[in-house]
C-alpha cells in the first residue's frame, strides 16, 4: 500500500522519482504526489489527485520540477479521502519539512490534539500530516534528533522519506513495519518501497530494518537505530531479470504474469543451485528438518490472506490427502484475533507473495510469541515475513506487478505439494507407486500450463459472452471448491462483476435463490470420485435457468451431455488438478476485464502488498 521513492544524487531527481513511482503504482493509485529541494532552502512540491499520469503531465515529466534531492508517493487511502489536501508530500506550516509515509500512525489522534494544544493547525484529514508537525516540534537543526524523537512517540506502522529545505544535501529514510529498501549507484542513493522502482539504477540494496533510520547523502548513506547509535549494513545484490519489472511486449502485467506459470513453476520445483526433486526425493533444504521432526508434525496451521489464503485451502486438500496430517487454514485476518488453539505438535505456516501483508506478519508474530515454529512460503527475497519468519520456503516466482496474483499463486500451489509429498514420504502415508506417480505428474505441470495458455482463443471468445454479466457463480467439491474460491476472486477483482464461490451441495442451502435465466455457473469438476455428484449439482442449477461452464478433466466427456459449455484440462494427478484448472479461470476473468475495459493490472480500490490492518 502506497509507494514511495526517493533520490538524491547527480542527476535530476524528478524525473527519476517519477519513473520509480511508476513502478511502485500498483501498491496505490489514488492520488501522487513529489516534494523536490529547489535552491534558496525552498521545497517545491507538487501533489494530484488520480493516477500518476496526472502529475506527470502537470510536472512536464519532472522537468518544472529542477533539483537533485527529492521524495514521491503514491497513495492507497487510509484516513481521508482522495483529494490534494490528503496527497502526499504532507508538510508543516511552513513548509520546510517534507514528509512521504506507508503506513498508519495509530495514535495520530492523540498526537494531532496534543499538537492542536501547542498551536499546531491540521489542514488534511491524513494520519500523516502529524508527522510532519511533530518533526516541526522537535526540529532545532539536527534531522536525526528530531526523527529518532518522532519515532519514540508514534505507534503504528510507518516507511518514510523526509526532506528538510534547509538540508537539502541528504534526504531520510525511516522504518517501522512497513516495507523500505535504499539502494546506491555511482550517481547517487535511492528510496524505494520495494525493488521494481530502482532496479533499473542499482541492484545494490540495503534492506532497512524495523526502528532504523538512514541518512543518504550524494554519494554515501548511513545507518541509525532509533537512539542514533550508527550501524553498519552489508548490501544485498538483487539478481533479477531487468525484463521482470517490465511489459516486454505484452498489453498488461497481468497476462505477462499468467505466461510466466510455467517458468514460476519450473523454478519453484527446481530452484537454480537448489532442486527440491533430486532423483526420487524431495528435498525442502530450507526446512533444515530431519525425518523425524517432519514425523513429529501432528498438526499445521496454514494462515494467509487472500489468493494466498486459498492456495491455502489447496494445501489442506492435499496435505491432509497424501501426508494425512491435519491442517486448518484460517484467515490471517481472523487467526490472530480468535486466539488460537496451538498445541504442542503444531507448526505455523504463512504463505505471502510480498511478504509484507499486515495481517500475515501480525499472524506470524502472534504464533512465534507463543513458542511456535513458523515457516514462511514467501516470493519477495528479504521480505519482513522472510526474515521474521524461522524457516523460508521461497517460491521462485519472480516480480509480480499486477495486483490481481497469478504467478505467485501458481508457485504457492507448488511449494505446497512438495511440502505434502515430503510429508507423505516421511509418514509413509503413499505407496512407492503412488509417490513416483507423483513426482512424475507434478514434473509435466510446466508443460501443460503452457499448453492451457497456448490455448486461450475460445476462453476470450467465451469471455466476451459475459462482459454484461451481472452475477457470476463458482462451484467445486474438494479441491475443486478450493480452486473455485480463487476463480471468484480473480473475476470480481479485475471486472467488478459480482461473483461467488460455493462448495458444489452448498448452493441449495440457501444460494440457489439467486439463481435467474441465463446466470453464469463455472462448475469445476476434476475429482473422478465427485464426477456424479458435481453433475447432480449442475442439473439442480440448470434447472433454475443456469448457463453452466464446466471444467473439468480431458477424458470426461460424458460431461458434455450436461454442461452447456466445457473447458478441458489436461490429465494430472487428482490432488494437482488446481494448477491447471485456474489457468482457464484466470484467462476467462482477464478477458472479462479486458472487454469491460477495466484497468486490468490496477483494479479500483485495490493495491498490491496490503501493509495495513
Ligand atoms: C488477489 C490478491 C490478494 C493477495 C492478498 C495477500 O489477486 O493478490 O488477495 O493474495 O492480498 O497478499 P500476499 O500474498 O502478498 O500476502
Known amino acids: 500500500m502506497c509507494g514511495i521513492v526517493g533520490y538524491i544524487g547527480k542527476e535530476q531527481a524528478a524525473p527519476i522519482i517519477l519513473d520509480g513511482l511508476a513502478k511502485l503504482e500498483y501498491r496505490g493509485y489514488d492520488s501522487a504526489g513529489m516534494a523536490i529541494a529547489g535552491e534558496d532552502h525552498q521545497i517545491n512540491y507538487k501533489k494530484a489527485v488520480g493516477r500518476l499520469k496526472v502529475l506527470e503531465e502537470l510536472t512536464h515529466g519532472g522537468e518544472t520540477m529542477p533539483g537533485t534531492a527529492g521524495i514521491g508517493h503514491t497513495r492507497w487511502a487510509t484516513h481521508g479521502a482522495p483529494s490534494d489536501v490528503n496527497s502526499h508530500p504532507h508538510f508543516n506550516k511552513e513548509k520546510t519539512i517534507a514528509v512521504v509515509h506507508n503506513g498508519i500512525i495509530e495514535n495520530y489522534i492523540y498526537l494531532r490534539d496534543y499538537l492542536m494544544k501547542k498551536g499546531y493547525e491540521f489542514i488534511s484529514q491524513t494520519d500523516t500530516e502529524v508527522l510532519a508537525h511533530m518533526l516541526d516540534y ?21 516507511a518514510l522519506g523526509v526532506l528538510f529545505a534547509d538540508q537539502p544535501d541528504q534526504l531520510f529514510a525511516v522504518r517501522k513495519d512497513s516495507p523500505l529498501i535504499v539502494g546506491q549507484n555511482e550517481d547517487g542513493c535511492f528510496i524505494a518501497s520495494d525493488v521494481p522502482a ?161 495481517d500475515t506478519l501480525a499472524a506470524l508474530r502472534e504464533s512465534k510469541a507463543r513458542g511456535f ?29 499486477a495486483v490481481a496474483t497469478t504467478k505467485a499463486y501458481s508457485a504457492q500451489l507448488i511449494a505446497l505439494y512438495l511440502l505434502a509429498m515430503k510429508l507423505a514420504r516421511v509418514n509413509n502415508t503413499v505407496t512407492k507407486e503412488e509417490y513416483q506417480k507423483l513426482l512424475c505428474d507434478i514434473k509435466l505441470l510446466p508443460d501443460q500450463v503452457e499448453l492451457l495458455l497456448n490455448n486461450k482463443n475460445h476462453i476470450q471468445k467465451f469471455a466476451n459472452r ?32 459480482h461473483s461467488e464461490a460455493y462448495a458444489a451441495g452448498e448452493l441449495k442451502h440457501g444460494t440457489i435463490s439467486l439463481i435467474e435465466d441465463k446466470t453464469l455457473v463455472a462448475a469445476v469438476s476434476t475429482q473422478e470420485a465427485l464426477y456424479q455428484k458435481t453433475i447432480s449439482n449442475m442439473l439442480e442449477l ?12 480431458e477424458d470426461n466427456k460424458a460431461i458434455e451431455k450436461e454442461a452447456d459449455y466445457v473447458i478441458y484440462i489436461p490429465k494430472t494427478n487428482a490432488y494437482f488438478t488446481n494448477s491447471l484448472a485456474i489457468i ?26 496490503v501493509t495495513v490492518e
Open 198 to 358: 530502482i532496479l533499473k539504477y542499482t541492484r545494490k540494496v540495503y534492506f532497512v530494518e524495523n526502528q532504523e533510520v538512514v541518512r543518504l547523502r550524494e554519494d554515501h548513506m548511513h545507518f541509525y537505530t532509533i537512539d542514533e547509535e550508527e550501524i553498519h549494513k552489508e548490501p544485498t545484490l538483487i539478481d533479477w531479470d531487468a525484463n521482470a519489472a517490465e511489459k516486454c511486449g505484452y498489453e498488461h502485467f497481468m497476462l505477462k504474469e499468467m505466461y510466466e506459470q510455467p517458468k514460476a513453476i519450473k523454478e519453484t520445483l527446481m530452484p537454480q543451485n537448489n532442486p527440491r526433486i533430486r532423483g526420487d526425493e524431495i528435498t525442502i533444504e530450507e526446512l533444515d528438518m530431519t525425518d523425524d521432526e517432519l514425523r513429529a508434525i501432528k498438526k499445521l496451521h496454514i494462515v494467509a490472506c487472500g489468493s494466498a489464503y486459498h492456495a491455502g485451502v489447496t494445501g489442506k486438500y492435499v496435505i491432509e490427502g497424501l501426508a494425512r496430517v491435519s491442517v486448518e487454514v484460517d484467515l490471517a485476518s481472523e487467526f490472530r484475533y480468535r486466539n488460537p488453539i496451538l498445541e504442542e505438535g503444531s507448526m505455523v505456516i504463512v504463505i505471502s507473495q510480498s511478504g509484507e501483508t499486515a
Open 584 to 609: 482457464p479461470l484466470q484467462l476467462f476473468s482477464y478477458y472479462v476485464s479486458l472487454g469491460k475495459g477495466c484497468d486490468v493490472d490496477k483494479p479500483r480500490n485495490l493495491a498490491k502488498s
Open 466 to 497: 459475459y462482459i454484461g454479466a451481472k452475477d457470476v457463480f463458482f462451484i467445486g467439491r474438494g479441491i475443486d471448491y478450493a480452486i473455485s474460491l480463487e476463480g471468484s476472486l480473480k473475476l470480481k477483482e479485475i471486472s467488478y462483476i
Open 138 to 158: 522537535y526540529y532545532k537543526g539536527n534531522p536525526l534528533e528530531a526523527i529518532t524523537k518522532v519515532m519514540h512517540r508514534v505507534e503504528g506502522s510507518y
Open 542 to 553: 440448470k434447472a433454475r435457468g443456469a448457463f453452466v461452464l464446466a471444467v473439468t478433466n
Open 373 to 401: 515454529k513458523v515457516l514462511g512460503i514467501v516470493n519477495v527475497v528479504g521480505s519482513s515475513i522472510a526474515r521474521e519468519a524461522d524457516k523460508v520456503m521461497y517460491t521462485w516466482a519472480g516480480p509480480e506487478i
